[in-house]
Nanobody, 123 residues
Framework: VQLQASGGGLVQTGDSLRLSCVAS????????MGWFRQAPGKEREFVAA????????YYADSVKGRFTISRDNAKNTVYLQMNSLKPEDTAVYYC?????????????????WGQGTLVTSPA
């Protein structure tokens, strides 16, 4: 499946932003979807994931309570609503797709990746 992420930008601390990721070339409703991020000089890390079957969601501790992942299967789109943004949220955000129901926090479970969208929240 091909993934196209969008919605990044420059925001102030405390602002909100919604990222979108549109999928094509596959049966979107059968893919678990994840968001990862990579800050300059750091490893790519898990942010959030949503399963394809029950819509169960999982979050990194650093974003729990501030970020919300959701999906619209009719639009082949997964979203990441980011509220109360902090400078440490600055990163390139990637969406990814998996057919697995397990270990959704692990990068190696995801076969297909989008190109990334930059979110900047200056200190």
């Amino acid at each position: 499946v091909q993934l196209q992420a969008s919605g990044g930008g420059l925001v102030q601390t405390g602002d909100s932003l919604r990222l979108s990721c549109v999928a094509s070339g596959g049966t979107f409703s059968r893919y678990g979807m994840g968001w990862f991020r990579q800050a300059p000089g750091k490893e790519r890390e898990f942010v959030a994931a949503i399963t394809w079957n029950t819509g169960s969601t999982y979050y990194a501790d650093s974003v729990k309570g501030r970020f919300t992942i959701s999906r619209d299967n009719a639009k082949n789109t997964v979203y990441l609503q980011m509220n109360s943004l902090k400078p440490e949220d600055t990163a390139v955000y990637y969406c990814a797709a998996t057919t697995s129901l397990y270990a959704l926090r692990e990068r190696y479970m995801y076969k297909d990746w989008g190109q990334g969208t930059l979110v900047t929240s200056p200190a």
